[in-house]
């Protein structure tokens, strides 16, 4: 590192720790977030930024995925049997797992079996005392269904904990590897509702992961210590600081002047900038995600199937991805991606025929100059880098076919709050698996039930697609699962819900002195990153 690099590196890092509290740079690593956490509570969370600030950094689960197989292997979970008729679920604990300590609290126990039915419970049981706190919106446990599917989570002793389903469901194993199951210690629950402070569960959290949390000022920084009894080996950094920064370009200068070692999501457009920095390192990860345009199927004209189809055949998808993505994304079809089980390739797609689109919306009574708005997101991810830009794509391909779309945008919650609510015409949306199932997408993205617990962004509810998806839940066999999804992928096709935009592949960037960071299906993982 140059003179310049090594002050500006000090300057930083005087900014974001306390007086008196400067260390060796080589005992902190800095990454450049993207959004505020809109918790530390990952049960009550939904958007990819919280989940890194909190169940990637502060929590365990379950289970964990094999980065290159996607399959599960253990994690707070040693081992698991499953029953011959697929309904009940025996997890063998991890021993010896220590908890994170914070200022309000000091665990006196191991994580043990109470822990994890406290986790279950709390967003199951609508009568546990902690179900309510900080708004008691578990939007993911919801989403896969586990309010219905669970009949019964039992102690069997201090590290045999066993589920009793209602139905067999191929998906529920890899559902204990996502954000929204991360656990929580009972004990520091117990202790807080005892003070009459249980939101500091949320806000001031307790987990077994690599680090704890020091401090947090809102839409600035973040601070992590290290856990020096972190069960899955020692965390080389003692030091991890979030520094809050939205602005894409912002993030890369930062990268730039070593002010931040890791950035996400970069925009395609720098990656030849970050290549052709020695100081700097592009990294590309093969991803399951699919970015796509909902339309409110709700709300006039986006009721009629005829507009619907109309949009998708006004819309020019390929321009839109050789625009945008500069070849780290390709077309969409399908809401499951090119890698997934049961993934159609022979579904067709709607093609880009503007004469086709008017025609279809005059036989739908729709008038030129048509307004509609346009939802806009206000964050980067894999599956659309440049939300505005692609918007500004669809407002003037529509334009031609008389649709006038008014791009709006809001703060990353307020977006998130306003689709759950169905507040928006159209919506630039996308989506990540957490779980390598198809079901993560077919179902949680388009089930019926999934509009009421928001993630249905298109509000569409089909009773034969909804049917396909919910009984390849009770197969196991993977073949017979994959044509059922391919049923029901048909059944979107004609339905058009959505216009699917893209899939895209994971990048971040990094200082060419930082190993041991890595992304992969389920997000960030600090507990081995470190400098060089």
Same mark, same amino acid.
Request: charged share 20%.
């Given at each position: 590192?140059?003179?310049?690099?090594?002050? $500006?590196?000090?300057?930083?890092?005087?900014?974001?720790?306390?007086? *008196?509290?400067?260390?060796?740079?080589?005992?902190?690593?800095?990454?450049?977030?993207?959004?505020?956490?809109?918790?530390?509570?990952?049960?009550?969370?939904?958007?990819?930024?919280?989940?890194?600030?909190?169940?990637?950094?502060?929590?365990?689960?379950?289970?964990?995925?094999?980065?290159?197989?996607?399959?599960?292997?253990?994690?707070?979970?040693?081992?698991?049997?499953?029953?011959?008729?697929?309904?009940?679920?025996?997890?063998?604990?991890?021993?010896?797992?220590?908890?994170?300590?914070?200022?309000?609290?000091?665990?006196?126990?191991?994580?043990?079996?109470?822990?994890?039915?406290?986790?279950?419970?709390?967003?199951?049981?609508?009568?546990?005392?902690?179900? #309510?706190?900080?708004?008691?919106?578990?939007?993911?446990?919801?989403?896969?269904?586990?309010?219905?599917?669970?009949?019964?989570?039992?102690?069997?002793?201090?590290?045999?904990?066993?589920?009793?389903?209602?139905?067999?469901?191929?998906?529920?194993?890899?559902?204990?590897?996502?954000?929204?199951?991360?656990?929580?210690?009972?004990?520091?629950?117990?202790?807080?509702?005892?003070?009459?402070?249980?939101?500091?569960?949320?806000?001031?959290?307790?987990?077994?992961?690599?680090?704890?949390?020091?401090?947090? #000022?809102?839409?600035? $920084?973040?601070?992590?210590?290290?856990?020096?009894?972190?069960?899955?080996?020692?965390?080389?950094?003692?030091?991890?600081?979030?520094?809050?920064?939205?602005?894409?370009?912002?993030?890369?200068?930062?990268?730039?002047?070593?002010?931040?070692?890791?950035?996400?999501?970069?925009?395609?457009?720098?990656?030849?900038?970050?290549?052709?920095?020695?100081?700097?390192?592009?990294?590309?990860?093969?991803?399951?995600?699919?970015?796509?345009?909902?339309?409110?199927?709700?709300?006039?004209?986006?009721?009629?199937?005829?507009?619907?189809?109309?949009?998708?055949?006004?819309?020019?998808?390929?321009?839109?991805?050789?625009?945008?993505?500069?070849?780290?994304?390709?077309?969409?079809?399908?809401?499951?991606?090119?890698?997934?089980?049961?993934?159609?390739?022979?579904?067709?797609?709607?093609?880009?025929?503007?004469?086709?689109?008017?025609?279809?919306?005059?036989?739908?009574?729709?008038?030129?100059?048509?307004?509609?708005?346009?939802?806009?997101?206000?964050?980067?991810?894999?599956?659309?880098?440049?939300?505005?830009?692609?918007?500004?794509?669809?407002?003037?391909?529509?334009?031609?076919?008389?649709?006038?779309?008014?791009?709006?945008?809001?703060?990353?919650?307020?977006?998130?709050?306003?689709?759950?609510?169905?507040?928006?015409?159209?919506?630039?949306? *996308?989506?990540?698996?957490?779980?390598?199932?198809?079901?993560?997408?077919?179902?949680? $993205?388009?089930?019926?039930?999934?509009?009421?617990?928001?993630?249905?962004?298109?509000?569409?509810?089909?009773?034969?697609?909804?049917?396909?998806?919910?009984?390849?839940?009770?197969?196991?066999?993977?073949?017979?699962?994959?044509?059922?999804?391919?049923?029901?992928?048909?059944?979107?096709?004609?339905?058009?819900?959505?216009?699917?935009?893209?899939?895209?592949?994971?990048?971040?960037?990094?200082?060419?002195?930082?190993?041991?960071?890595?992304?992969?299906?389920?997000?960030?993982?600090?507990?081995?990153?470190?400098?060089?």
């Amino acid at each position: 590192m140059n003179l310049r690099g090594k002050t $500006l590196l000090a300057l930083a890092l005087s900014a974001l720790l306390p007086a *008196g509290a400067a260390r060796a740079a080589q005992d902190t690593l800095i990454y450049c977030s993207e959004a505020s956490p809109e918790s530390f509570n990952p049960q009550i969370a939904s958007s990819g930024p919280t989940f890194v600030a909190s169940s990637q950094t502060l929590y365990n689960r379950l289970i964990n995925f094999d980065p290159q197989k996607n399959t599960p292997i253990p994690s707070l979970a040693t081992s698991w049997t499953i029953s011959p008729d697929g309904k009940t679920y025996t997890f063998t604990l991890r021993q010896g797992v220590k908890f994170n300590s914070n200022k309000y609290f000091k665990p006196t126990r191991d994580f043990n079996a109470d822990d994890v039915i406290f986790s279950v419970m709390r967003q199951k049981d609508a009568n546990n005392p902690y179900h #309510k706190v900080s708004g008691g919106n578990y939007e993911y446990f919801h989403d896969v269904g586990l309010d219905a599917l669970i009949q019964d989570v039992k102690k069997i002793d201090d590290y045999h904990v066993q589920f009793v389903l209602s139905e067999p469901n191929a998906a529920f194993l890899a559902d204990w590897g996502m954000d929204f199951a991360s656990i929580l210690s009972a004990e520091y629950a117990d202790a807080m509702m005892k003070k009459g402070t249980p939101e500091y569960v949320d806000t001031w959290p307790i987990g077994t992961g690599p680090y704890a949390l020091q401090q947090y #000022k809102t839409d600035s $920084l973040i601070r992590y210590i290290a856990n020096p009894n972190y069960w899955d080996g020692p965390v080389p950094t003692k030091h991890l600081i979030f520094s809050i920064t939205p602005n894409v370009e912002t993030r890369l200068a930062k990268l730039q002047t070593n002010e931040c070692q890791i950035i996400p999501a970069p925009s395609p457009v720098q990656f030849d900038i970050i290549k052709s920095n020695k100081a700097l390192a592009l990294h590309g990860v093969d991803a399951l995600n699919v970015g796509y345009l909902a339309f409110n199927t709700e709300k006039k004209p986006f009721d009629d199937l005829k507009v619907r189809q109309a949009l998708n055949y006004a819309t020019d998808k390929k321009a839109i991805v050789n625009a945008v993505f500069m070849g780290s994304g390709t077309v969409a079809k399908s809401p499951l991606p090119p890698n997934s089980l049961g993934y159609a390739a022979d579904l067709p797609d709607y093609g880009y025929d503007p004469a086709k689109a008017k025609a279809l919306l005059e036989q739908a009574g729709v008038k030129e100059g048509t307004e509609v708005t346009l939802w806009s997101m206000p964050v980067q991810r894999p599956y659309n880098p440049n939300s505005r830009r692609i918007a500004e794509m669809i407002q003037s391909d529509w334009a031609k076919v008389g649709i006038k779309a008014k791009i709006t945008t809001y703060e990353w919650g307020e977006y998130l709050a306003g689709i759950r609510k169905g507040e928006h015409d159209t919506a630039l949306y *996308g989506w990540m698996s957490d779980n390598g199932d198809p079901d993560n997408f077919a179902d949680t $993205l388009l089930g019926c039930d999934s509009i009421k617990t928001g993630s249905n962004a298109a509000r569409w509810c089909n009773k034969d697609y909804d049917n396909l998806v919910k009984k390849a839940r009770l197969v196991s066999n993977p073949a017979e699962r994959a044509k059922l999804y391919q049923q029901a992928q048909t059944v979107f096709y004609q339905q058009a819900p959505w216009i699917a935009l893209a899939n895209g592949k994971t990048f971040y960037a990094t200082r060419s002195n930082v190993s041991g960071y890595s992304v992969s299906l389920m997000g960030s993982d600090f507990s081995k990153a470190k400098l060089n």
